[in-house]
């Protein structure tokens, strides 16, 4: 089985149960920091249920392009699905069953790619793919748990890629993006209940 499958049929375990109160502050978190203006082209990469697709739909103006939301679950983008027709914002987002890497979009198409809780078990090769996908100066917002509060259980553990280091803090969090080519890293620390989070946005380059 590929690491993307075995993936996939761990979130479609989850996807019943799973915990949108947590998702939603972090999107907010996330949203927050980065944000996205009304016209641009924005995806969602390893979206889940949609926390951060549903936030920044429900924020847009109807004209808006739609939000691109990729992810390899079923019982995730069913869940992300059914949200959103709940939300009445359907037609807002693209909802795309796929592998995160590459992006389903042609090169330097994008103004924002956002990811929330999912870098760490995507590994650092979406990096390269961010940046084919991002116009230059376009925009990466990323989530990931502190390294001083993340317990996984075995599960989960056997799962994250070795190739992103949990922030400890802020400043891992900018030294690890700005050492992988992006520019203007700010990190943000965000306590959420029992859990912190390390939320970060950067730009690519603008030197094509
Ligand atoms: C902890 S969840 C976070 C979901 C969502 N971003 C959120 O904030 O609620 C991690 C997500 O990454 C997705 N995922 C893991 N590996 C993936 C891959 N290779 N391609 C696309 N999605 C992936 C899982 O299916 C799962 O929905």
Do not use: K, N
Not at 40 to 55: M, Y
Not at 85 to 97: E, N, P, Y
Not at 155 to 173: I, N, Q, T
């Amino acid at each position: 089985m590929t690491r993307s499958a075995t993936l996939a049929g761990v979130f479609d375990d989850l996807a019943p149960g799973y915990d949108h109160d947590h998702h939603e502050a972090v999107a907010r978190a996330l949203l927050d920091l980065v944000g996205a203006g009304p016209a641009e082209a924005v995806a969602d990469v390893a979206c889940g249920a949609g926390a951060v697709a549903l936030q920044l739909a429900r924020s847009r103006p109807s004209a808006a392009p739609p939000v691109l939301a990729v992810d390899v679950s079923p019982g995730m983008i069913a869940a992300g699905r059914s949200r959103a027709a709940s939300a009445a914002v359907a037609a807002a987002i693209d909802w795309r069953l796929a592998d995160a890497v590459p992006l389903p979009v042609a090169d330097h198409s994008l103004d924002v790619v956002l990811c929330a809780s999912s870098l760490h078990f995507l590994g650092a090769r979406v990096l390269d793919d961010w940046r084919r996908a991002l116009r230059p100066g376009g925009r990466v917002g990323f989530t990931l748990p502190s390294a001083t509060h993340f317990r996984p259980s075995e599960r989960f553990s056997a799962l994250l890629a070795a190739d992103v280091p949990l922030p400890a803090g802020a400043e891992d969090a900018e030294a690890w993006i700005t050492a992988h080519g992006f520019a203007g890293a700010v990190s943000r620390v965000h306590t959420l209940g029992t859990r912190r989070v390390v939320v970060t946005t950067a730009t690519t380059p603008d030197d094509r």
